[in-house]
């Protein structure tokens, strides 16, 4: 069974940076596809981003050149950095983990970006 845990989230201005991370359990940590996806009120779950096992990634248009993904494969760590925050970054961020054809989320966690 995989949990997925996140922390970083919090208030923030606009312009500012926030670094979300998300803690897996489970031995089949490497071999997944990690992804941070969110959702604002009113509005469907989006991906933002995600890495797959070989390191390569994927961001939607609308945080290319602002969040970064990363993952730790020794720590089951996957991190989220994100720089020049707008207000409508303002969500719940959740990560998710696809591996070997299941999907796993998180709590999620609230991100607000202050104008």
């Known amino acids: 069974q995989v949990q997925l845990v996140e922390s970083g989230g919090g208030l923030v201005q606009a312009g500012g940076s926030l670094r979300l991370s998300c803690a897996a359990s489970?031995?089949?940590?490497?071999?997944?596809?990690m992804g941070w996806y969110r959702q604002a009120p009113g509005k469907q779950r989006e991906l933002v981003a995600n890495?797959?096992?070989?390191?390569?990634?994927n961001y939607a248009d609308s945080v290319k050149g602002r969040l970064t993904i990363a993952r730790d494969n020794t720590n089951n760590t996957v991190y989220l950095q994100m720089d020049r925050l707008k207000p409508e970054d303002t969500a719940i961020y959740y990560c998710?983990?696809?591996?070997?054809?299941?999907?796993?989320w998180g709590q999620g966690t609230q991100v607000t970006v202050s104008s």
């Open positions: 489970g031995r089949i940590f490497s071999i997944g596809t």
């Open positions: 998710n983990e696809n591996v070997q054809g299941s999907a796993y």
């Open positions: 890495i797959n096992s070989s390191g390569r990634t």
